[in-house]
């Protein structure tokens, strides 16, 4: 395909899922009659959300297809054999992925539970963003490892040890790079991050900048964790991925919503995903020293 037809798509995909954020869920006031969130001035509610989700993916499926008619096109169906021997090494190599995301929804429910269980409506609301924010960063990361793993497989393929160590290192930098400019926006803003999100009450901006702080010191871990688990697949260590991703995407997170709060009190929720990046990058080290590369 060609870059223009690439750079197309990736455009109309961004701007499509950005402004389906004005179409989203149009309030939360059933639950939280203090909070009216942006996507007020869209009107659709959760219907829009549904409406945009599937016009993004829809747009770009076809625009993606009449590539597959155009004389530029290189690709074409092709036999093959070892239908199921072949699909299942694909799957194994792919499950880390798979649990980078998954997990990341089961987190999201855990926090809740355990945040209604022990603080409060206005903490909840608070998480909500949050939560989106770290979603945000993870996404930019899943960008970082799914640029490196072509790269690192093709050079892995043809023998390059030394290439494929610079662009291990390359992207570790950027990861590192990019956790620390985002961990530092949010510790500065969480203010004007919040009200990006809603229009909040007094109650809410009493407690939102002291919870964000504490929350967003996790972002300086996440773009590396996720960006070893996409190098990881890329190096066929799939055993090392999958511990990876079940680390940073739910065990540790899910163990320590529940230790903390008994241990160390309710307040200590907010400090569980800097606890558990911060493990799961202690364990990403270790093993990226015994990298063969």
């Known amino acids: 395909m060609q870059k223009r037809n690439q750079r197309l798509i990736l455009w109309l995909f961004c701007r499509i899922n950005f402004f389906k954020i004005f179409l989203s869920i149009r309030q939360l006031s059933d639950r939280f009659p203090e909070i009216d969130t942006i996507s007020n001035c869209s009107g659709l509610g959760i219907e829009g959300a549904a409406i945009a989700t599937v016009a993004g993916h829809g747009i770009v499926f076809l625009i993606q297809l009449a590539h597959l008619f155009s004389p530029k096109n290189t690709i074409a169906f092709t ?18 992925s798979f649990f980078c995301s998954v997990g990341m929804g089961i987190v999201v429910v855990l926090f809740n539970n355990q945040i209604v269980r022990y603080l409060g409506n206005n903490e909840l609301a608070v998480y909500g963003v949050a939560g989106n924010l770290f979603t945000l960063v993870q996404t930019f990361s899943y960008g970082i490892g799914n640029a490196a793993q072509p790269i690192v497989a093709e050079n892995m393929g043809a023998g390059n040890a030394d290439r494929v160590r610079q662009i291990r290192n390359l992207g570790c930098y950027v990861a590192a790079g990019i956790g620390l400019a985002v961990m530092a926006i949010a510790l500065l803003m969480p203010s004007q991050i919040v009200r ?9 901006l009493a407690v939102a900048p002291g919870i964000l702080r504490r929350y967003f010191t996790c972002l300086l871990f996440l773009p590396f964790n996720v960006y070893a688990t996409y190098y990881l697949q890329a190096v066929q260590r799939k ?15 899910a163990i320590f919503l529940y230790l903390f709060p008994v241990i160390f009190g309710s307040a200590s929720i907010w400090y569980v995903m800097l606890f558990a990046e911060l493990l799961t990058a202690l364990v990403v080290i270790l093993l990226l020293r015994k990298d063969r590369f």
């Open 196 to 204: 990006l999100y809603m229009k909040p009450s007094a109650e809410i």
């Open 79 to 96: 036999r093959f054999s070892s239908f199921w021997k072949r699909g299942a090494k694909i799957a194994s190599i792919g499950f880390s």
């Open 239 to 253: 055993k090392a991925s999958l511990m990876v991703s079940l680390l940073q995407s739910v065990l540790l997170s």
